[in-house]
């Protein structure tokens, strides 16, 4: 095969990832209880949060391409998971390339629908990167996804399929290779083939007649013309690329031009392409060297394509190991064989080549599946460097669940490492998966009720999220836990003693005697949930009042207390000791305040 212009070496498109940045309040200050019972935090009003997705459609495209790659953003609220209102605004941004036309800017300011809006996206012209970003950001919300940058792709021919037909001409047969644009020429032997369609990568045409006598057989050379008479125009040539045989058929030669993939366990059962000419079912193809071939499963077969599952190299086989062998196929009704020496490799590196998804809750319990090669049990599997557990493995694609991360309350990111256990190989993914806290952060909506008695002891819900597994706390001071719903969206528990000496007070003279006395009142605390896993925390100021045993109205007394507090015979502050000396709070019996 010959062409005007280089073949060059496509490099590998990115998958896609996701990203949400949210935002948390907390507050330290006490205040009187203010609730709107049900409602959660952020349903209304600024600080509304996002998930925001960006995917892109293909994942990868030449340098120069003109086809455009479609960008998708959706945006959900991070509380409650319904899609962004329709008119959001979101603000698209790529480092090259240009939105909505060839050449135009690299920002763009679009609006949502339902939640999701698609966006057209050109690659650049020429660039040094090997993908480029793509980023969404709806009121301050981020996502983004990668897109593959190939080289630009060079026109080139491969092969022709079927690669034989009637002398007489009339077969509809497929031009294959990359870089096709229209108008396009193909000549069969020099005469002109009717051209079908023209897509990148084939053409579809009807055949000539052959230039030669009817009952001979004739190979001739397929040449193909692209952009005929534009700036563009290019052309290259299969010799031998097409055969006339009388009748349509006939025993042909068949060749083996390349194989995919290209290794593969030692275990076998890869499915393998053979990429060739002049296949003709039955077929055998084996994989081997010197004396050791071993047969593989043949799962499909047409003139120019072979589908296979590789042979172990085990048992019989053992001498294939960690070697590159031979694929060796076999027409089997003409004998005519077609060899292709160190075509495959037996015991693949291990390579990482994406994951999805690419974040998850930091409690874990997330199924992610890692894509690549090399992949073989027993394996071990950690997930931004922590152990995950192995849900299946085959050569190319295993699945990880991942675990928690405990007493970390932030965002969680690294790379998805594995190892065979058998071998010691492994690899590392090139990109970050995150723990995502935003989603586990515990949350409470209301308490209800929202009183309760000095002594504890009183059975309080507290209603939100993620609450499944958290310590409660009122004023500092754990509570018991009684139950908790199992989607975590409540907690029951009793409440904790809340001392005296912590209540509020005010003045009062119930007597009227102008002489001032104090009063316990009802004192609200801060209700506290606390994630035991991660750590982290949310905190209901002034959740729960505490309701005083005593509210009466203590030390109302004139000038003269004929009776004070410690000689009464009365345990005014109920500690349990009454007056001086059994109770230490008394300095001495004319002492008229038993709790001081």
Known sequence: MTANRPLRKLTLGLATIALMVAAACTSDSPSEPSRTPGTPPGTGGGGTTYNVTVTVSPTSVAAGATDPVLVTVRATRTDNGQPAPTGTTAILSAQVGSFGAVGGANTATVTLTNGTVQV?????????????????????????????????ITFFVSFVEPNFGSPQGGDEVTVNGAGFEAPARVLFGGVNAQVLSVSPTRIRVRTPPSSQPPDQRTTVAVAVTIDVNGADEASDTIAGGFTYTPGGGGDVQPAIFSLTPGTGPNEGGTRVEIVGEGFQAPVQVEFGTAG????????????????????????????????????????????????????????????ITGFSPGTGPIGGGQAVTVFGQGFDA???????????????????????????????????????????LETGAGASSGTNYTYRVADSRPLVF??????????????????????????TTFGGRPASELSAAADGSSVTVSTPFLPRAEFATEACDDNAD??????????????????????????????????????????????????????????????????????????????DDESA
Do not use: H, W
Request: net charge negative.
């Open 446 to 471: 209301d308490i209800l009720p929202p009183t309760g008695v000095e002594a504890g002891g009183t059975a309080v819900t507290l209603t939100g999220e993620n609450l499944g597994n958290v310590l």
């Open 514 to 591: 102008g002489a001032q006395g104090v009063r316990f009142i009802p004192t609200a605390v801060d209700v506290t949930v606390t994630d035991r896993v991660t750590t982290c925390t949310f905190t209901f100021p002034d959740g729960f009042s505490y309701a005083p045993a005593d509210a009466s109205c203590r030390n109302d007394v004139g000038p003269v207390d004929p009776d004070p507090e410690c000689s009464d015979g009365i345990d005014n502050d109920m500690d349990g000791d009454i007056d001086f000396p059994d109770d230490a709070e008394c300095t001495d019996a004319d002492d």
């Open 120 to 152: 057209q996206y050109f690659a650049p012209e020429t660039t040094t990167l090997s993908s480029v970003t793509i980023q969404a950001n709806v009121a301050g919300s981020i996502g983004q996804a990668l897109l593959g940058l190939d080289e630009e």
């Open 292 to 351: 050791t071939f071993l047969e593989a499963e043949v799962l499909s077969v047409t003139s120019t394509r072979i589908e296979v599952r590789t042979p172990a190299a085990t048992g019989f086989g053992q001498a294939l190991q960690n070697q590159s062998v031979t694929v060796r196929v076999r027409n089997l009704n003409s004998g005519l064989t077609a060899t292709r020496a160190d075509i495959f490799r037996y015991g693949v590196a291990v390579l």
């Open 378 to 420: 027993p394996a071990a599997v950690s997930v931004a460097g922590v152990g995950g557990t192995v849900l299946s493995v085959t050569g190319t694609e295993l699945v990880v669940r991942t675990s928690a991360v405990a007493g970390v309350c932030g965002d969680v990111s690294g790379p998805i490492s594995m190892t065979n």
